[in-house]
């Protein structure tokens, strides 16, 4: 079952988180007691030009960040859920551009959503309007993700927010695009959305020994835009995910961010070649599928 913290001050978020976590441990223990695992999956879904990443603990505890441009994400949670299971505890959108929100409208109206989050970037658009429409009529929370919040998935497993770490109301998309850190006892994932140098260098500026891990996503589709080489440094990845669309007409990912993944030894995986990227662990090794 998930659990969710938040470093916020407003007591009036935490009775509603409370409130949550009460309701998905009636529902959802036996369930639980007859799947228990001790295998954390990540998924890198294949929707073409853009982002969509499944979370299912070892007790599946389920998060989906991003739900790429169209309904092909509906596609990719069908081939990885139980038939039927319409459960997915946290969804998160990292920003709200089309490639990244697209296909979320369909997910809320599919799947049962326990919470939404979101980086509380302001932007209007057709897909973003309908999107907080389907929020609205379905009752599903919104909060708004800020630096300190966690995900406990109460099997070991932390998704924590490193970032918005302030109002990002007014910046650029991908300015404030959500950044967050995957944990399962030795193993980490530095998950980036479209996060650019601006963003990591704030990062950087925090606290940079918490984003070394075993697996980066590059941010902005492996775009020359992120992924600056202090930032890769840091992070010094086995494995780079790149989510990417065949011959997409931006050029991702650039070969300067080739370049700076080679130098720091990380091995390049690209959705646009490999389809749907799947990392399994037990918090000791690594493996990919």
């Not at 369930?31 to 879904?45: A, M, N, P």
């Not at 302001?122 to 599903?140: K, T």
């Not at 370049?259 to 990380?266: H, M, S």
Request: charged residues 20%.
């Amino acid at each position: 079952m998930v659990n969710y913290v938040t470093g916020l001050k407003e007591q009036w978020k935490a009775c509603l988180i409370g409130l949550l976590i009460i309701s998905n441990i009636f529902v959802w223990v036996a369930v639980y007691e007859r799947h228990t695992g001790e295998i954390l999956s990540l998924y890198f879904f294949d929707v073409g030009q853009g982002d969509a990443i499944f979370i299912d603990s070892p007790r599946h505890g389920r998060v989906l960040i991003d739900g790429g441009r169209n309904k092909k994400v509906l596609t990719e949670l069908g081939k990885v859920l139980p038939f039927a299971d319409r459960r997915i505890d946290v969804v998160i959108a990292t920003h709200p551009d089309g490639d990244h929100i697209g296909g979320l409208p369909e997910v809320l109206s599919r799947y049962s959503v326990g919470i939404f989050l979101e980086p509380g970037v302001s932007i209007e658009s057709s897909v973003n309007d309908e999107l907080h429409a389907r929020l609205l009529n379905q009752n599903i929370p919104v909060l708004e993700a800020k630096r300190g919040m966690v995900v406990n998935f109460g099997d070991g497993v932390y998704l924590t927010i490193l970032f918005p770490n302030q109002d990002v109301s007014w910046w650029p998309n991908n300015d404030g695009s959500i950044v967050s850190r995957l944990s399962y006892g030795d193993r980490v994932f530095l998950l980036t959305g479209d996060a650019v140098f601006r963003t990591e260098n704030i990062l950087l500026n925090l606290n940079p020994g918490i984003l070394k891990a075993d697996v980066l996503q590059a941010g902005h589709h492996g775009s020359h835009t992120s992924t600056s080489l202090a930032f890769a440094e840091s992070v010094l990845p086995a494995y780079a995910v790149v989510s990417s669309g065949k011959d997409n007409s931006y050029g991702h990912p650039h070969q300067t961010v080739l370049d700076i993944l080679a130098k720091v030894g990380a091995e390049v995986v690209n959705t646009a070649l490999f389809g749907t990227i799947r990392f399994d662990t037990d918090g000791h090794s690594l493996e990919l599928k």
